[in-house]
Structure formats: C-alpha cells, structure tokens
C-alpha cells in the first residue's frame, strides 16, 4: 500500500529546470481556480492543509510536487482561468503547464477536477481535447458532489460527459472516447476518495482501473 501519510513538498517549480527528473511516476491534479482542487489533494491524502488554495499568493505561477512515499509524486497544477489573473499571467500559465505537459515521460496520469454543479469550462474542454491528443491518461474527479442531491448529481454527471463526450466525437471519426473514468467526490463527505485512490494505485501498478462507476452504473 502507499502510505498517503508521507507526503512532502519537495519541488516548487516556476520553470522547466525545476521540475523533478528522477523517473518516479507522478498523478498530476488540475482544474480551474476555486474547483476544489486543493480540498481534493488534502482528502485524498488525509492531511488538511497540504495543498495550498488557488487564493494563495504565487499560486498561479507555480507546480507543486509532492513525493508520496518515495514512490510518486502528486502534481498540484495552478488552477486556470481564475477571472482576476491577467492576460500575461495567464500565458505563463500556459508556458509552464505545456512546458510540464509536453516532454514527460513520468506522468501517468491527469486527475482533471471539475465542479460537479458546473458545465465544463472551454478552458476545462481545451485541457481535456490536449490530453487526449497526446494519449494522455486522465480521470476526471467531479467535486462538491455534496452540495447537490443525489439524483442532481447523477443528472449532471451525465451531461458533463455527454458534453465532454460531444466534443471528442466532433474532433475525431473514431467511436466515444472511454469516459468511466468519472468519479463523484466530495472533499465534505469523503465520497469518491475509494474510488479515486483505486484509480490512482491501479495506474501506478499498471493495472486496469477497477471498480469506476461507469455510464451503465449512473442512473
Ligand atoms: P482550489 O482553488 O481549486 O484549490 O479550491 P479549494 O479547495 O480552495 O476550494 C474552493 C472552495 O470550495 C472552498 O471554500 C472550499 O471549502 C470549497 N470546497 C471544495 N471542495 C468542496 C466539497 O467537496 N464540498 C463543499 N461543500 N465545498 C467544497
């Protein structure tokens, strides 16, 4: 088992050179500022104040590692499209973002964060469409689950990927891409955390992911 309890920060990246080059596989966590990307990470590993929020400052310009165990790292992306950053700010997001993403042999996968109550953002379609080009593994996390009823809850999972699922068979000819990966969370309840850390413990042994609650399983 990887014991989620040893976590520490060990690389604070502003550039390329930063970035950790030691081979371990990592989890990278993104999403749009405010998602609940931060109360995700800290639930998931069981240690409040982990994570730092969107609001800290610095926080945009910045990639979290955390070394879990000595065996991987948990990636914590700036969250984008935060409405107060400015336009230059948001190109170097970009830059260090694609500078991570592109060129990394070590990512295993993307935890993509979306509110549950929400709409995928353009930005959040643009990620998902940026993953899937480069055959990217990701599962998206579908936060504050707690904050509508179940059957709202169900509703909108549905549609996300029914959105999500529209622009992938727009861009390309093949059949709908493969979105069980979609977990309900919630940093409140705990609801997901299974779910997700199965997800991520499957990717790091190599294993196909077990257990995701899957289109035929919504209702
Ligand atoms: P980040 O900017 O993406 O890191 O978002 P934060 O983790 O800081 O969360 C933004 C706000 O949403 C905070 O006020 C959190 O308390 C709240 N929040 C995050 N996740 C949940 C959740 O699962 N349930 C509820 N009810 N609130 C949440």
New binding site residues.
Partial sequence: MLDLRDIHLTHVARSRGDFPRDGRPQICFA?R????????LNTLVGRPGV?R???TPGRTREIHFFLVADRCYFVDLP?YGYARVSRQMRRRWGNLVEAYLSDNDSLRLMVVILDIRHDPSEDDLDLIAWLEDRGIAYALAL?????VSGSVAARQHRRILDLIGAQEASRKQGGPPDLRRAIR????TGEGRPELLQTILAVLHGLPAMGQPTLERLS
């Avoid at 500022?33 to 109360?39: L, P, T």
């Avoid at 936060?143 to 904050?147: E, G, L």
């Fill in positions: 999403g500022s405010n998602v609940g990307k931060s109360s995700l994570a929020t969107s609001k969250g936060t504050k689950s707690d904050k969370f919630s940093a409140k």
